[in-house]
């Protein structure tokens, strides 16, 4: 066989194998919008709870939060100083 031949043959190889690809994945494109369809028309609808509403109750403050807005106005005016 001739250098060209195989150059031919070659070709036609790419060809057809990125043909197939090429079907092969719009196949898979449109069964995959099928089953996202299916499975969309066919599952029941999540039910939708209904939360009561909150009721904002402030925590009595304890001495650890006291420590805590202590130690970080410090550290803000440690930061702003410098």
Known sequence: MSGSGLLLEGFYLMVFGMGFV???LIILVY?????SYLVIRFTPEPAVE????VTSEIAPQSAENEH??????AAIHHHRRG
């Open 22 to 24: 090429y079907m092969f």
């Open 31 to 35: 069964a995959v919008k099928l089953m």
């Open 68 to 73: 805590i807005k202590v130690v970080l106005a």
């Open 50 to 53: 209904t939360k009561p509403a």
